[in-house]
């Protein structure tokens, strides 16, 4: 079949002066467009790349692609950015793979998501949204549960995320929501700071999705206050080790393994997804957010580390995705 990519590199992305130095930190590299486009290949399919922005409209007009498999990020600091290339994708009836416009443009609304997984009755971390200076200066954060932490509403890749992203007091709270308000241009959340294990989970599949595994990020140096941050996120090979099967109570396993299925179900995940999760200390799973959007990059991702971990070469990981998404598109597989 022939198989158009669709992408957004850091490299064709413009980096404005004065936008926050981590602005494109969601984009990909050369080496994940190349790993996919070789794992695609490899299943025999051949593959056009596409790119992103006008680029991708261009290409996906003029070459005629049967399915798109898509890891666009979109353009711009919109809530629904990721939205944009299914969007078109839908507009001119191409199949292709993971989760629709209205998903994607959810699951980046941080608080949005938050408001959908409470209504189930999954525990996330208290919250309170700040949407701009006016208000942040007429709210009061007196009695909200310390220490806290603050980051940008609808971001991902630990864009806007700091070791310096938790507060102690209110009056830290403020200058650091203040200073995400001027940087990122976007809401800001503050939320209870859960001070226990990080969790992170990837989902495979339709119908039934199924868990593929639950992983334990763990600080090589130990503490309380850790912060999957933007820093650590960037040195990850000299600051954390991945635990995977991650070694807790089955209990614990079991209900972030339910709570993940249902958030995937309830807004309406398709192929595959990242969830985020930190443990109370008294190992109590708390949501944090959901990225049906994972990351792919060979050797960097959580979900593709996860899956190495448990045995899966990078080839089986993206058939996976590409066969979950071809299964919905019965036309795609016939003959
Ligand atoms: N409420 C919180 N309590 C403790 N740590 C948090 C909280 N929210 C975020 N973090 C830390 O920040 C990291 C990134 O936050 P997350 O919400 O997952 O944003 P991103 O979309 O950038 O990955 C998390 O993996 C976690 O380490
Ligand atoms: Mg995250």
Redesign the pocket.
């Known amino acids: 079949m022939k198989i158009g990519l669709a992408y957004d590199l850091k490299e064709a992305a413009l980096f404005t002066p004065g936008c926050p130095e981590d602005a494109l930190e969601e984009y990909d590299s050369p080496e994940t467009v190349e790993a996919i486009a070789t794992a695609l290949e490899t299943s025999g399919h051949s593959v056009v790349k596409l790119g992103g922005g006008r680029e991708f409209i261009a290409n996906i007009l003029q070459n005629n692609i049967a399915f798109v498999f898509n890891i666009s990020e979109g353009m711009g600091n919109h809530r629904s950015r990721e939205a944009q290339v299914p969007a078109i994708l839908e507009m001119l009836d191409i199949p292709y793979s993971g989760s629709d416009p209205q998903c994607l443009a959810i699951c980046l609304d941080?608080p949005l998501t938050k408001r959908l997984v409470t209504a189930t009755g999954i525990r996330t971390?208290r919250?309170q949204l700040v949407t701009d200076y006016r208000q942040l200066k007429e709210i009061s954060l007196d009695g909200f549960p310390l220490p806290a932490?603050a980051?940008p509403a609808y971001?991902?890749?630990?864009?806007?995320?700091r070791l310096g992203?938790?507060a102690e007091t209110v009056a830290q709270i403020a200058e650091v929501a203040a200073a995400l308000l001027e940087h990122y241009k976007q809401p800001v959340m503050i939320?209870?700071?859960?001070?226990g294990d990080?969790v992170?989970v990837s989902v495979l599949g339709n119908s039934p999705a199924k868990v593929l595994g639950i992983m334990r990020?763990i600080a090589k140096k130990r503490s309380a206050s850790?912060?999957?941050?933007l820093e650590v996120k960037r040195e990850w090979e000299q600051l954390v080790d991945y635990e995977c099967p991650a070694l807790l109570e089955t209990n614990i396993l079991d209900e972030i393994a339910g709570s993940s299925l249902e958030i995937f179900k309830i807004l309406g995940c398709r192929d595959f997804a990242r969830l985020?999760f930190?443990l109370s200390p008294e190992g109590v799973p708390?949501f944090?957010?959901i990225?049906p959007l994972a990351g792919l990059n060979p050797k960097s991702s959580d979900l593709v580390i996860m899956a190495y971990k448990l045995g899966w070469t990078y080839q089986a990981l993206i058939s996976a995705i590409l066969n979950a998404a071809l299964q919905r598109y019965p036309q795609c597989v016939k003959g």
């Open positions: 941080k971390p919250w932490f980051k971001e991902g890749s630990s864009k806007g995320i992203s938790r939320e209870e700071f859960i001070a990080e992170t990020v850790f912060v999957y941050s985020d930190k708390y944090l957010e990225n």
